[in-house]
């Protein structure tokens, strides 16, 4: 089968490597689709990827065939590969080590075949079914959708309450809608270009600033009636938004970070102490949250296709000039491998 192994020092070479086989309690999955996910961007840009190893964790497709034992399957049955409950043993180390850092810990000990291929495998429990009324293209951006409804959860979002999103990527996008659907009436959005910003609209965003032309803080404490929102979520994780996100705040309001800083980022708390802002970070997601984004795609609330455009899908031989544009600071939405 077809895979894009990554070989070290940003580069993968898409090859052909041994098609899988399910053991017990195991599925083998047809991928039809799978997302580019910013931490494996990350990887790449890093090198921090095991040598060897097949990357992609944002993917649907079917089940091809069903190892022995499994039940709860059957060939042809419409599959995202994540989202299913962790059995006791088996969950990740971010919920249960001690100590867990992602950026020395999260990429050594996982070298099995994920979704850059054609095919992988997964137990049983793993993954989740697809509603009918979810496409293929839509469900395959089920991990972000949920690593959005995560960070809204983690937040202090209310019924009416106005709230700030820094950065209209895909994360920022689905954060806004996730925002929208827990009852935020006002969601104002920090965000230069103007794909993004249009989208950013199109998802329920009540106004757009573009930092380069208008003061992200002023304008947010402006349209709040001189408060600023109750809570902003820093979705772009550049060296001044998460100053510009507490310096925005309303007093007693909460920053949650959900973009993932790899530098060094410079914060002058004085600034905003006094205001007594809360503080959360977001990692992630949990099981039930990829339920409620299923939900949420197969009912509308959230549009798959509002970070999408016509070039957002490419074949698994663009990868590596793909990974290599997306180490750049970029205006592109979502990014989709057809397999």
């Known amino acids: 089968m077809k895979a894009a192994v990554y070989r070290s020092k940003q580069l993968f070479e898409v090859t052909d490597i041994p ?4 053991g017990p309690g195991e599925v083998l999955i047809k991928v039809n ?3 580019i996910c910013g931490t494996d961007v990350h990887a790449f840009m890093y090198d921090i990827a095991p040598p060897g190893s097949v990357l992609g964790h944002e993917f649907a497709g ?3 065939a069903t190892g022995k034992g499994v039940t709860i399957w059957k060939e042809g049955d419409r599959v995202i590969g994540g989202g299913g409950e962790w059995p006791t043993g088996k969950e990740p180390p971010t919920k249960i080590h001690p100590r867990y850092n992602y ?4 990429f050594s000990a996982n070298t099995r075949t ?3 291929a054609e095919y992988t495998v997964l137990e049983d429990w793993a993954p989740l079914p697809i509603p009918d009324s979810v496409p293929d293209e839509a469900a395959a951006l089920t991990e972000p959708c949920a690593v959005a409804v995560h960070a809204v959860r983690r937040s202090s979002v209310k019924l009416g309450d106005s709230v700030g999103v820094i950065g209209a990527g895909p994360i920022g996008l689905l954060a806004i809608q996730a925002a929208r659907a827990a009852g935020a009436s006002q969601v104002i959005v920090s965000e230069p270009a103007p ?6 609209l199109a998802v329920g965003a009540t106004e757009v600033i573009d930092p380069f032309e208008q003061d992200p803080v002023d304008r947010m404490v402006e349209l709040t ?8 979520f820093d979705c772009a994780g550049l060296k001044n938004t998460l100053q510009q996100a507490f310096d925005a705040v309303r007093r007693d309001g909460q920053v949650v970070l959900v973009a993932v800083p790899w530098e060094p980022l410079p914060l002058l708390p004085a600034e905003w102490m006094a205001r007594e802002i809360d503080f959360r970070s977001s990692w992630g997601s949990l099981p039930a949250e990829w339920k409620i984004s299923l939900n949420l795609l197969a009912d509308g609330k959230i ?9 957002s899908t490419i074949g698994l031989d663009k990868i590596q000039e793909t990974f290599e544009a997306l180490m750049s600071p970029t205006t592109q939405l979502q990014t989709i491998i057809r397999m």
């Open 19 to 22: 098609k899988p086989e399910p």
């Open 33 to 35: 689709q799978s997302a």
């Open 62 to 64: 079917v089940i091809a």
């Open 103 to 106: 950026r020395k810990m999260g």
């Open 114 to 116: 994920r979704g850059y």
């Open 195 to 200: 794909g993004r910003t249009n989208a950013a």
């Open 225 to 232: 009636n001189g408060r600023g929102p109750e809570v902003i």
């Open 303 to 311: 549009s798959a296709s509002s970070i999408m455009t016509d070039t």
